[in-house]
């Protein structure tokens, strides 16, 4: 059974661009996370997606965007890129009945 | 609000010796999970173990165990016969039922010795 997978693995973008991570939750899994990872603030949540609907978003502007598909497969953007956006984003499949939640490699955006 | 705390910024631990890290809670929902994962340098977070709060025993998989005192709200990993390959960062984190959002404590890392 193939694990949760995210792509790319490694990004490196310009202040002001945008950028979009993709991610595959494992087959059955319909609840996609994203959460963003830097030394100073640990790990936050951004949102949650459900059969194609955002069901919950953290503290983050609104350049963070995302969406699911039919799928299930999910993409995260981000718009107008800062300095402050690196950061390695993971993203969580979770499993029907809520005991499980199982983390890709993550993909690690550095914004120059 | 859901709060997460891990006291240990470090633990040191010899190989084949047991560690436990600490991990305590704040919820006033009585319907919460609790998760450890491990996560190596690669930076993949690792799912490990799930503890739910209306769970009437302990946890275990394999060398993990969690130590779950739910009137202390502490979550308690257990890692028994320590490996080289343990040496990673660990997170506990708790869900609220209902929700899939996970909340964090600032991990503990973890460095085995031979």
């Known amino acids: 059974k193939a694990g949760v997978t995210q792509t790319p693995r490694y990004l490196i973008k310009t202040r002001g661009q945008q950028v979009t991570l993709s991610c595959s939750p494992i087959?059955?899994?319909?609840?996609v996370s994203w959460y963003q990872q830097t030394p100073g603030q640990g790990l936050q949540f951004l949102f949650e997606y459900f059969s194609e609907t955002q069901r919950n978003k953290g503290n983050f502007p609104g350049r963070f965007s995302g969406r699911q598909f039919s799928n299930s497969r999910s993409e995260m953007n981000v718009s107008t890129l800062e300095l402050g956006d690196s950061a390695l984003y993971l993203c969580a499949s979770t499993s029907q009945f809520n005991t499980e939640a199982f983390f890709g490699q993550g993909t690690r955006l550095t914004v120059v | 609000a859901q709060k997460i705390t891990q006291t240990q910024p470090g633990m040191f631990v010899q190989e084949k010796e047991a560690v436990t890290l600490d991990c305590t809670y704040d919820t006033s929902d009585p319907s919460y999970g609790l998760f450890w994962y491990k996560q190596p340098s690669s930076g993949e977070m690792i799912f490990l173990i799930y503890q739910g709060s209306y769970d009437q025993q302990n946890a275990t998989e394999g060398r993990y165990s969690l130590n779950f005192q739910k009137a202390r709200k502490s979550a308690n990993l257990v890692i028994s016969a320590s490996q080289l390959g343990d040496s990673a960062m660990y997170f506990c984190a708790m869900r609220e039922a209902g929700f899939q959002k996970l909340v964090f404590g600032t991990g503990t890392r973890l460095l085995v010795s031979p």
């Open positions: 087959s059955g899994h319909r609840s």
